[in-house]
């Protein structure tokens, strides 16, 4: 028998929801305004041209803030990342995507990809690390003052696993903005790792041939999105660095988009014909939750959605994940 996911990160059964209460609406975004006791059905929605929802997560089409090709350029445009975020998230043509992309600067020339669906775990498993008494993240940095400066640090960490009974989770970020120098920029585009979990695997890929950045991809996960959140917290709590929030390249999420994510797991039911089954009846498949999501940023927009505001969200370790809320 496998083993469960801890109650943290439990979600409901089609079975469970379809004993909520049915509720009319006319697309995937009115999941927001959804009672914990109600449920709405979509039509299954992934994008002709894709036979599945793996391939859509692998060749979809990605948003792409503005690009950088030198270190020059990148600290002549002095933009951090979040705002370079705001300024593509708030330019969607469509919500069609699989996740976002940006370009690092070193002999490492994989793009790393991100997905929306990867930031909200990360961020659930900051909440849950932090929530619940006996469990942690533990991150270390090595900043070599002579290198850091250059390369940024390398840090290791240590995450608890979303499954019962599996053990802690240990891996090494690199290329982490630490200082505040020019080359912070450089840096934080070529944040990579050592780690290696289903996620990263099952998303290895190879371009399409009219494809014209690099073949090799680097699937940010949900582990590495979290180690780097805790970090985060502990360079403001401990040596009042704002540079690895400043340099963050992992899209937070606010607490409504954490609502409206739960609603997609736990109160939203897709019709899929190809199924055998008297209803026709399915969860939201991966494909499906990442474009809701990328709905959800072109309807509200990057501020209200994955900009996570002390006034309004409070602390991102502090979320409510109940799933019946």
Not at 11 to 33: C, P, Y
Not at 45 to 57: C, H, T
Not at 217 to 240: F, M, R, T
Not at 280 to 309: C, M, P
Request: hydrophobic share 35%; aromatic share 10%; glycine share 6%.
């Amino acid at each position: 028998m496998a083993n469960m996911k801890k109650v943290f990160f439990e979600e409901s059964t089609a079975a469970q929801i379809k004993k909520k209460t049915l509720v009319e609406t006319s697309q995937i975004t009115d999941a927001l305004e959804l009672e914990s006791g109600q449920y709405m059905i979509v039509p299954e929605f992934l994008p002709r041209g894709f036979e599945s929802a793996r391939k859509f997560m692998k060749h979809g089409f990605e948003v792409k803030p503005k690009r950088f090709y030198s270190q020059k350029q990148a600290i002549y445009d002095g933009r951090v990342p979040v705002v370079l975020r705001e300024e593509a998230f708030n330019s969607l043509k469509g919500h069609n995507y699989c996740g976002y992309s940006f370009l690092p600067l070193s002999k490492d020339q994989r793009k790393r990809k991100v997905s929306l669906i990867e930031c909200l775990e990360g961020a659930r498993i900051f909440a849950y690390a932090n929530q619940n008494p006996g469990t942690f993240i533990k991150v270390k940095p090595y900043a070599d003052a002579k290198r850091v400066r250059i390369d940024g640090a390398e840090v290791v960490i240590e995450v608890p696993s979303r499954t019962e009974g599996e053990r802690r989770i240990q891996f090494k970020l690199t290329s982490v903005p630490i200082i505040d120098s020019p080359e912070k920029y450089g840096i934080s585009l070529n944040i990579g790792s050592d780690h290696s979990c289903g996620s990263k695997r099952f998303n290895i890929r190879y371009r399409y041939s009219d494809d014209k950045e690099s073949s090799g991809v680097v699937n940010i996960c949900a582990h590495e999105i979290a180690g780097y959140l805790q970090l985060i917290q502990d360079e403001i709590s401990e040596n009042k660095n704002l540079i690895p929030l400043q340099m963050c390249q992992f899209a937070i999420p606010s607490q409504e988009t954490v609502n409206y994510y739960l609603r997609l797991e736990n109160n939203v039911l897709a019709r899929d014909e190809s199924l055998e089954s008297r209803d026709k009846l399915r969860k939201l498949n991966r494909a499906e939750k990442e474009i809701a999501l990328w709905a959800l940023v072109e309807a509200y927009g990057h501020d209200r959605t994955f900009y996570a505001g002390r006034s309004k969200d409070g602390n991102v370790r502090d979320y409510d994940w109940d799933l019946n809320q």
